[in-house]
């Protein structure tokens, strides 16, 4: 179902984040989803630092992927 405050949204995810991806690369720091993502992913990573079982880079992919999906489908 498309969400008629979205017009451009075509409800698939992989194209939305697609575009959402391509967005980010092409604006660096100045694409609003940018920001909220990295910060999300420095979280993931600090919180991976405190876990025992958790690796930092995965911590960091982790956090970043949950904001970044956040993003995409709020």
């Known amino acids: ?9 075509t409800g698939d995810f992989i194209s939305d984040a697609r575009h959402e991806l391509a967005g980010m ?3 660096g720091l ?3 989803s940018t920001k ?9 990573a600090v919180a991976a ?4 079982f958790v690796s930092i880079p ?3 992919a982790v956090g970043a992927g949950y904001q970044f999906y956040k993003r995409v489908r709020p």
Do not use: E
């Not at 179902?1 to 949204?9: A, Y």
């Not at 909220?36 to 993931?44: D, E, H, K, R, S």
């Open 58 to 60: 995965l911590g960091l």
């Open 36 to 44: 909220p993502v990295l910060i999300w992913g420095a979280a993931g």
């Open 30 to 32: 100045d694409h609003p």
């Open 1 to 9: 179902m498309t969400d008629p405050d979205r017009p451009d949204d």
């Open 25 to 27: 690369l092409q604006d």
């Open 49 to 52: 630092a405190v876990l025992p």
